[in-house]
């Protein structure tokens, strides 16, 4: 079984990405996509924040979608920390409740253009800790001209938060965010996809072993790449963080057939057929460990 933690899709079939281009995907490709590599269930994460596309996805959408899917679609919201007036202080909780009750399993991805120790980013975490909600977050270098939460080289920022809120579960996405696999990211490569050997110890595994809250959105170029970069390490890193990774994808068109659809999956497949990894780390990273804290 797989459970893709990191999914998108708009139900218009025409809407392009960027424009110009193929469109959006949407669900009735999105599933088949899923089906024709074995994947069972795929989360499915709203598109609300006006930084990264040219689109507003309600929440509703996606709890429309998730129902006429059969379960195979397992629906989050996305609450945005300056929604109720752009305020710190903002009751984030009655909304939280509201989608919780409706089936929305977390909150995300959360892309919004603000500093992760922002006042309202805080609130927000704030109220879903509260709610029990996980969070999932994609890390932005800078303020402006690029979507993302913003951190600073090393993810200092990041660390206040974890240590903010123990109790709320983070899964971590992006290029700066898995950049840190390695000790020796600089500012010249935090924000791509660095290749070569793992310098360790990188500070995600320095991050991970102090907060247990912080969870592997193992999703897109950036997740893979962090594994597939360097094989030995990656087996390694499975191993001691089997509990808290997650298999996904971020699909977003129908061309992610060819490389975000199966990239990690392969390796995970051939990591198991060589030995590299047990059954039960496998097991664990491609649906157990979303079963277990997505409650399903």
């Not at 509201?98 to 991805?109: F, L, M, P, S």
Request: hydrophobic share 40%.
């Amino acid at each position: 079984m797989f459970i893709d933690i990191h999914g998108h899709c708009l139900k218009a079939k025409d809407f392009p990405l960027p424009p110009g281009n193929e469109p959006f995907v949407w669900p009735e490709i999105l599933i088949e996509m899923h089906k024709s590599v074995g994947i069972d269930h795929g989360v499915l994460l709203p598109i609300i924040g006006p930084e990264n596309t040219m689109v507003v996805q309600s929440n509703e959408e996606v709890l429309d979608i998730a129902a006429e899917s059969n379960g195979h679609f397992i629906p989050f919201c996305n609450i945005d920390p300056r929604m109720l007036y752009n305020t710190p202080t903002a009751n984030l909780s009655y909304i939280m409740e509201y989608y919780k009750a409706k089936g929305c399993k977390g909150i995300g991805e959360m892309t919004c253009n603000l500093s992760f120790t922002d006042p309202r980013c805080l609130n927000l975490f704030k109220h879903a800790e509260k709610n029990e909600l996980p969070v999932t977050f994609h890390i932005a270098t800078r303020e402006g001209n690029i979507y993302g939460v913003v951190d600073d080289l090393g993810l200092p920022r990041l660390e206040i938060v974890l240590q903010k809120f123990p109790n709320l579960k983070f899964l971590a996405h992006s290029q700066t965010f898995w950049s840190h696999i390695s000790s020796d990211v600089d500012l010249s490569n935090w924000g791509g996809y660095p290749k070569g050997p793992v310098v360790k110890p990188g500070r995600v595994s320095e991050l991970m072993r102090k907060y247990p809250g912080l969870m592997g959105d193992l999703s897109a170029g950036s997740g893979c790449n962090a594994l597939t970069r360097d094989p030995s390490f990656a087996y390694e890193f499975l191993d001691e963080f089997q509990d808290r990774l997650f298999f996904g994808t971020d699909v977003c068109r129908p061309c992610n057939r060819d490389n975000v659809l199966v990239m990690l999956q392969d390796f995970l497949n051939q990591a198991l057929a060589e030995k590299h990894i047990t059954k039960e780390i496998y097991e664990k990273v491609t649906h157990l460990n979303a079963q277990k804290l997505l409650g399903i």
